[in-house]
């Protein structure tokens, strides 16, 4: 079939909800959005272990140190999954990871704020992986495939994220005076950041258009956002916390919170690399990569000796 042709079936299938699957015809304009926002939805969940992984050696109890555990290394699972969803466009995964190490590729800016005591673990659970849920969730109904698959097992573990950052939250708002008021000082601080997650404002996104056009997205930037917000309020609220926005009301005509203007300075000035804690995210995964060199050349070397080996069995049948 002629380009045009392929472009308007490629389309109709996206009309018809027909999922995109890897060995399908797709514009490469396609592909290269989907290896983009898959890529860096990975180097997210990736990176996003740091912040958390500083917290398990200082965990207040056994069970806290197993849950985070647990947390985090789902977080590993979750980027490795979003790995291979990018291979299965063509992409390499070892290019992928360099793009992010040398800042061609973006990862989440929320990873870039430091975790300063143990109820930021809680408002990373409650805030970030709540974000990311009302996301994800979105995600799950996403034109390609691969994609939307890989997000129905990370959701369901997400919602256990989720559940047990607010138990912290919760654990901390009933306790002593100062626990009360370390839980009130992260969600001061991790508040504006978790909103800033869901990206630039509808009209000042770059892709919106295009990824609405091929069902990539299914809800635009802000959609989630306020998503998001009116489902988080009413929780601030049981934990006795109050949100850091004086501007914050009900608005019963629109049927969803008022909220203030997000400072988006912060948020591109934290994207170009310039947030608290950018450059030390960066160099701990250059060391990691830097320190696995040698695992990934050890398994480059038996896969190229057990392929020479078959190889020569296969002659010597043949002879
Ligand atoms: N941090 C860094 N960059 C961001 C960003 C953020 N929070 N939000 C948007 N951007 C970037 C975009 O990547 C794009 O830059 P690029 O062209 O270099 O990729 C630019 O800002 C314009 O933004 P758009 O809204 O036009 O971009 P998208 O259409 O891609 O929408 C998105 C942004 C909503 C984040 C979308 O990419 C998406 O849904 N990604 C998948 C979900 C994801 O990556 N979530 C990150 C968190 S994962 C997580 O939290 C793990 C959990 O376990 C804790």
Not at 169 to 189: F, H, I, P, V
Request: proline content about 4%; charged content about 25%.
């Amino acid at each position: 079939m002629k380009e045009q042709n392929l472009e308007a079936h490629f389309q109709a299938k996206i009309d018809a909800e027909i999922k995109i699957e890897p060995k399908d015809w797709m514009p490469d304009e396609y592909r290269k959005t989907l290896i983009r926002q898959i890529s860096q939805h990975a180097h997210s969940e990736i990176v996003g272990m740091l912040p958390e992984g500083n917290w398990i050696t200082r965990a207040p109890s056994l069970r806290r140190k197993l849950i985070l555990l647990a947390k985090v290394q789902d977080e590993a699972g979750h980027g490795l999954y979003l790995y291979s969803a990018a291979e299965t466009l063509g992409a390499d995964r070892g290019d992928l990871v360099l793009q992010m190490l040398n800042g061609k590729a973006k990862y989440s800016s929320i990873f870039n704020y430091p975790t300063l005591n143990w109820a930021d673990i809680g408002a990373i659970g409650w805030l970030v992986d709540g974000a990311a849920i009302t996301n994800q969730v979105m995600l799950t109904r996403t034109s390609y495939g691969p994609y939307a698959r890989a997000m129905v097992r990370i959701c369901k573990e997400e919602s256990f994220h989720q559940r047990q950052g607010y138990e912290i939250m919760l654990a901390m708002s009933r306790g002593s005076e100062e626990q009360k008021q370390m839980a009130q000082d992260s969600l001061n601080r991790w508040w504006w950041p978790s909103l800033m997650m869901f990206g630039p404002h509808d009209g000042e996104s770059s892709h919106s258009e295009q990824a609405f056009k091929w069902k990539i997205k299914r809800k635009s930037n802000d959609e989630l956002r306020q998503q998001f917000v009116d489902a988080t309020i009413p929780q601030a609220g049981l934990l006795g916390l109050t949100v850091p926005d004086p501007a914050l009301r009900w608005n019963a005509e629109r049927g969803h919170y008022d909220f203030s203007p997000i400072n988006w300075d912060e948020f591109w000035n934290v994207v170009k690399g310039n947030g608290p804690c950018n450059r030390e995210r960066i160099a701990a995964r250059q060391k990691a990569c830097d320190d696995g060199a040698w695992v990934r050349e050890a398994a480059l070397a038996y896969a190229e000796k057990k392929e020479q080996k078959q190889i020569g069995a296969r002659q010597t049948a043949a002879a």
